[in-house]
């Protein structure tokens, strides 16, 4: 291996002997080659480090070539050679197991050029103990993220030392029979800045940032063979990780490869796969009700190439810290994550956005918000640090929002207590300050990306796959005078999907929904399903990239000119479309709305 692939796999490879009937069927196997197999095919740079027969069979030849496999030389009949059976109903029986001489893998053969990798992933081999002494090999020489596995015999052996196995880690992955063991009937404990993926089979995943968990559906798929299902989720999800993605979209990632390997006996289907089949398989995402207008993307991109009103933010004003403030990146990271659920529903029906009355103003719940963190800044600046949110008791927190009338209008505000309290509670666990992620995220290759990464750790902004409130706080910190963070890495930037831009995708026609079961209830505004709001929102998100990308406008240009939709083109009065830039092009679908739907992501 020249260089450092940027996943690194280490553990075994076993010679799989698969019956059910007739002739046994010999297969590559081993947990360590499905994961670094997945993914490679998931787009992945991957190396695989375990014992590697010398001469290497043609069984091996075409999983060695995709794992990028290398490793100390051994014997064939030194790595473990297993017999499974399956029986009528499809369930697998392991009958015979010969484990070699994997336990024998020595961290010292470990090349120093391999520690360069960004995530280094202990497979499950016979003996934790074995993945314990590869850790403590790596840490402190390198910098990679430290993921590992485990498997049903060592969890019934040893729960404790798999416990204590996934304390070392930043990544652990085990399945629901195996979690039920080792956690027993409580939640796992999976401490700030962890990550832990618990497969549960047909009912999908658990994905754990900290104490958040996200449940993800599989991917539809015709089964054959179960074998290497949940290491092709790690395999997947380590490569959508070091591809940028957010841990749930990720493991999203990870069940389309997972999806792929069991339609075939062994690692069959997982090595024919085609690289254009995973995006086909990462189809949970996409709902056919919702589409984005290619030909109105095209003709809006056009009229906004050259519009003088697509300029961004500076994120300054009256309810924003003053240029120079030494509590400002404190202060954006403190109140951005409190960007959401400013309305209120009545009888399963949008009813009204929130206003507050503030020095004699009416402001709508996002300037409200940015007000009133204002207030804490000159009053409370104290607040704004990670021990001073875990300290602020309920009816501080509370007065914060107090407006000229003596009440708090905010609609949810338990939920935004419950969010402060762990954002400083784990922002404080993890050693971490606002200014000390920026000041390294500035030393980043790619700082946005980097910074984007470590706020998927963090409560209030950890939550929502599409990140709208972690790229909102981003663009903020680039855009502001004091240039907190380069933004110049456009490809790192994402839309910031909120209502406004929501409601202006559908109203001017780059989104369309083609369900009128879905229009009707959009249009009258009622209360949405999960499912239905994530198949609105998605596209949206999707429609805004391509709208930067064929206008050459940045991100931040084109969300602040939509959000401007909250005056011209607002949810209760009616559009002002002559004073709206885009009026040529708009499909004005006026009737439609944003998603009604209740989340802290926006
Ligand atoms: S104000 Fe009128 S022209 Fe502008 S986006 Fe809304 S409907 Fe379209």
Not at 170 to 196: C, K, W, Y
Not at 236 to 245: K, R, T, V
Not at 365 to 372: I, K, L, P, T, V
Not at 565 to 578: I, L
Request: charged fraction near 20%; glycine fraction near 8%.
């Amino acid at each position: 291996m020249a260089a450092a692939p940027q996943i690194l796999i280490i553990g075994g490879a076993s010679v799989d002997s698969l019956r059910a009937g007739g002739q046994p069927l010999v297969t590559p196997g081993g947990g360590a080659l499905y994961t670094a197999v997945a993914a490679r095919k998931a787009g992945g740079d991957v190396g695989f480090f375990g014992m590697r027969p010398d001469p290497l069979p043609e069984l091996f030849h075409l999983a060695a070539r995709e794992a990028g496999w290398v490793g100390p030389p051994c014997r064939l009949e030194d790595i473990p050679h297993f017999e499974i059976v399956y029986d009528d109903d499809g369930s697998a029986r392991l009958v015979n197991a010969v484990w070699g001489l994997e336990d024998r893998l020595d961290p010292a053969t470990l090349p120093d050029e391999l520690l360069e990798a960004e995530y280094i992933h202990l497979a499950a081999v016979h003996d934790a103990s074995v993945q314990v002494k590869f850790i403590e090999r790596i840490r402190g020489r390198s910098k990679a993220k430290i993921s590992a596995g485990t498997f049903g015999y060592m969890v019934h052996r040893s729960p404790d030392a798999v416990r204590a196995l996934m304390d070392l880690c930043d990544l652990f992955f085990l399945n629901a029979f195996e979690a039920e063991t080792v956690f027993g009937s409580q939640h796992p404990v999976v401490r700030a800045g962890q990550i832990l993926v618990v497969t549960r089979g047909a009912d999908g995943a658990d994905v754990w940032q900290g104490d958040h968990c996200t449940r993800i559906p599989v991917c539809p798929s015709r089964p054959v063979d179960l074998t290497g299902a949940g290491d092709s989720v790690c395999g997947g999800m380590l490569a959508g990780l070091a591809q940028g993605m957010h841990p749930v979209f990720a493991a999203r990632l990870g069940a389309a490869l997972a999806s792929i390997t069991i339609e075939g006996p062994g690692m069959h289907a997982l090595l024919a796969a085609e690289p254009s089949e995973v995006p086909q398989r990462w189809t949970p995402l996409v709902d056919k009700r919702v589409t984005v207008d290619d030909e109105q993307v095209e003709a809006v991109a056009r009229l906004i190439r050259d519009l003088e009103d697509v300029q961004p933010f500076d994120f300054t004003g009256p309810y924003f810290p003053e240029p120079g403030d030494p509590h400002a990146v404190s202060w954006f990271f403190a109140a951005i994550k409190h960007q959401f659920g400013f309305w209120m529903p009545y009888n399963g029906n949008w009813a009204a956005s929130t206003y507050a009355c503030w020095n004699g103003q009416q402001l709508k719940g996002s300037d409200y918000c940015f007000a009133a963190w204002r207030r804490v800044l000159d009053d409370h600046p104290e607040y704004l640090s990670p021990l001073g949110h875990v300290s602020v008791r309920y009816n501080a927190f509370e007065a914060i929002f107090r407006d000229d009338l003596g009440r708090t209008p905010l609609p949810v505000l338990a939920t935004h207590y419950n969010l402060a309290i762990n954002y400083g509670r784990d922002m404080h666990q993890m050693g971490w300050t606002p200014e000390t992620l920026v000041a390294e995220a500035r030393l980043q290759p790619r700082p946005v990306r980097w910074l984007l990464q470590q706020l998927d750790h963090l409560p209030g902004y950890r939550e929502d796959p599409l990140r709208k409130k972690s790229m909102l706080l981003v663009v903020a910190l680039g855009q502001r005078p004091e240039k907190f963070i380069e933004l110049s890495e456009q490809s790192d930037v994402a839309p910031i999907i909120d209502y406004h831009l929501m409601r202006s995708c559908f109203r001017t026609g780059l989104v369309r929904i083609d369900d009128p079961e879905l229009d009707r209830l959009v249009s009258a505004r009622r209360l949405l399903s999960p499912t239905d709001e994530n198949a609105l929102r998605m596209p949206c998100f999707e429609a805004v990239r391509q709208l930067s990308r064929r206008s050459g406008r940045s991100i931040a240009a084109i969300d602040w000119f939509f959000f401007g939709a909250r005056s011209r083109c607002p949810e209760v009065d009616a559009p002002d479309c002559a004073r709206c830039a885009i009026d040529a092009v708009c499909a004005h679908r006026v009737s439609l709305f944003q998603p009604v739907y209740r989340t802290t992501f926006y």
